[in-house]
């Protein structure tokens, strides 16, 4: 696909998708204050809301990303859109708390599908010289659907109810849908006619799974230390499991390349450092601040704009600019952004959020990018899929753990209460542990990124 109006519609139905699944991410985060309300949910439930959506990403990204290389990437992307879709109107119409979960969970599967093949798609439509720009704009799209869920999703919640930001999805969905069906007359399979790796699929959702529900009850008793050890388990049977294989669903040998492995265990660090972020700031500028969804949306939109509209010029920078420079400094200006939020409390200045905002959004911005583009340019074209859904895994798993970190301190702190006010300096300590544990995370990984290969001459030129 040489063409470039062929190649710009690849990217707009790519940023089209990837613009409406972290628009559903962030305005959920601002609905869950309403949402408890409406269904009184406890804590800990209403964290499970969001970690359900982020639990399918991360255990079902990297099937949907080997299932693409094998029957095509567009076809697995248009399910996911279909799926996606439905699933957002049956959200809409959820009677009950626990439904809710279940259906946010299916739309969390849709979305599995859409990121896990969305870089793929533009990596098999744009050549390598070209891709720093279309990752670019690819990231932007992301961190656009972002804001626009904290302000227009914030806006949708206080004028019409949180059930709005499901029902938003829909018309989009069927627009992206027509340019599919439409458009699109051909499909990329790097891998068509291999065998899909069935035992290796069921093995790595039951283990992120696992892991997951043994992080939310690990204070609980001992439940919650053998389910981790289970996971921990399965996570070695998997790996065994995948180097016997001629076609596993996860290569192990990519991560021989120092570069790759580098560049995506820092994907997955920054994302389990930043992306409980805006859940935390959420409930705490609503419980604690008083404000309203749509006012706290509007600070917290901070953040993604920066990313937003950053994220094309750190892209082109990729393209010229030696990688760990621009990761690091990045990564540098995250964890300062992160440890302002170790230190607030009841009585902390607006303008203090809002500085760390843009400090993350601005490190986010310059890190993004260059990991996606150096980690997707050291692997050859028939894996793009596999490569692609491990960059997202990464992205989600890292997201996963964030929300993890939560539900652990929440557990610990709160319990199986309703974050009401005779809980809020209680709340406050677990937001307060929770950055320390995301500043201290990030901070070291600074110095990985450090080590990272000197230039891109140490990625294969595929």
């Known amino acids: 696909m040489k063409d470039n109006g062929l190649k710009n519609i690849v990217l707009i139905t790519v940023a089209l998708g990837s613009f409406l699944v972290p628009f559903m991410g962030t305005s959920l985060n601002i609905a869950l204050p309403s949402i408890g309300a409406d ?26 990303g080997r299932l693409a290389d094998i029957h095509g990437r567009k076809k697995i992307f248009t399910y996911g859109v279909i799926i996606f879709t439905f699933a957002s109107f049956l959200a809409a119409i959820s009677p009950s708390g626990i439904l809710l979960l279940i259906f946010v969970f299916l739309q ?46 914030g806006f949708l919640i206080q004028q019409f109810g949180w059930r709005t930001i499901f029902i938003f999805n829909i018309p989009f969905g069927i627009l992206i849908l027509s340019i599919l069906l439409s458009k699109f007359k051909s499909d990329w399979a790097g891998s068509k006619g291999e065998n899909f790796d069935f035992i290796g699929s069921i093995l790595f959702i039951f283990t992120m799974a696992v892991l997951m ?12 230390t053998y389910l981790i050890l289970i996971g921990l388990l399965g996570t070695i049977v998997f790996i065994k ?64 704009l920066s990313v937003a509209v950053l994220s094309p010029f750190a892209g082109r920078i990729s393209d010229k600019v030696e990688t760990r420079t621009i990761t690091s400094i990045g990564m540098a200006i995250t964890t300062i952004g992160l440890s302002l939020f170790i ?12 500085l760390g905002l843009v400090l993350v959004g601005t490190g986010l911005a310059l890190f993004s990018s260059p990991a996606t583009t150096a980690s997707m340019s050291s692997v050859s074209k028939s894996i793009y899929g596999t490569a692609s859904a491990t960059v997202s895994t990464m992205v989600f798993t890292g997201q996963l753990l964030s929300m993890g970190v939560v539900l652990l301190i929440f557990a610990v702190y709160l319990g199986n209460v309703q974050i009401t006010f005779q809980y809020y300096m209680t ?16 901070f070291a990984a600074i110095f990985a990124l450090i080590l990272m290969g000197k230039n891109k001459n140490s990625i294969n030129d595929n």
């Open 39 to 64: 269904f009184a949910l406890n804590a800990i439930l209403l964290s499970w809301i969001p970690t359900a959506f982020i639990l399918a990403n991360a255990a079902l990204i990297l099937p949907f």
């Open 213 to 224: 529900q043994g992080f939310s009850t690990l204070p609980n008793g001992a439940t919650g």
């Open 343 to 354: 230190f607030l409390n009841e009585n902390t200045p607006l303008y203090i959020i809002i």
């Open 427 to 442: 709340f406050l300590k677990s937001l307060n542990t929770a950055f320390l544990v995301y500043t201290a995370v990030c």
């Open 108 to 153: 969390g599967i849709g979305c599995s599908m859409i990121f896990g093949t969305g870089v793929a798609l533009i990596s098999s439509a744009f050549r390598e010289r070209e891709r720093g720009r279309a990752y670019g704009i690819y990231v932007a799209s992301v961190y656009t659907g972002i804001f626009s869920g904290l302000i227009l999703g």
């Open 241 to 304: 499991h995948e180097n016997r294989l001629k076609y596993p669903l996860l290569r192990i040998s990519i991560f021989k390349n120092t570069f790759f492995t580098i560049s995506i265990i820092s994907i997955l660090i920054i994302n389990l450092g930043t992306s409980a972020m805006t859940y935390l700031l959420s409930l705490y500028l609503q419980y604690l601040k008083l404000l309203s969804p749509n006012a706290a949306g509007i600070i917290l939109v901070l953040q993604p």
